[in-house]
């Protein structure tokens, strides 16, 4: 089995916009979490899905608001081959992405 989890730290824009994309692999939706790490700002979000990475709709029943300090986990579901993250606020977030493979993936990816 192959647990992955990937994260890092994002400048949000003050006119929300995709930060950060991955491909939606996996045999388990993957987890992701959002920690808002300005003390003054909220910070609205959603996830958006694509079929070919360029072009994105939002992803039903995943906006939220993450007040500063705070944290939001969402498992996100989605067909599409291309999950991206939505935000704005101009504040700085942690954002981590966890998935599960099932077996031993041909890689492990990027030290």
Known sequence: MGLSIKGATYQA???AQRVSSFQNGGNLPAYCVVENLDDLSSAPIC???SADGQ???DIANTKATI???????QIVT???PYIALFIGG???IQFSVIRQVNGSPLSLGTP
């Open 67 to 73: 007040l500063p300090g705070c944290s939001n986990g």
């Open 13 to 15: 824009p003050a006119i």
């Open 78 to 80: 989605s067909s599409q």
């Open 55 to 57: 072009t994105y709709s």
């Open 47 to 49: 996830y958006q899905e």
């Open 90 to 92: 101009n504040l700085t």
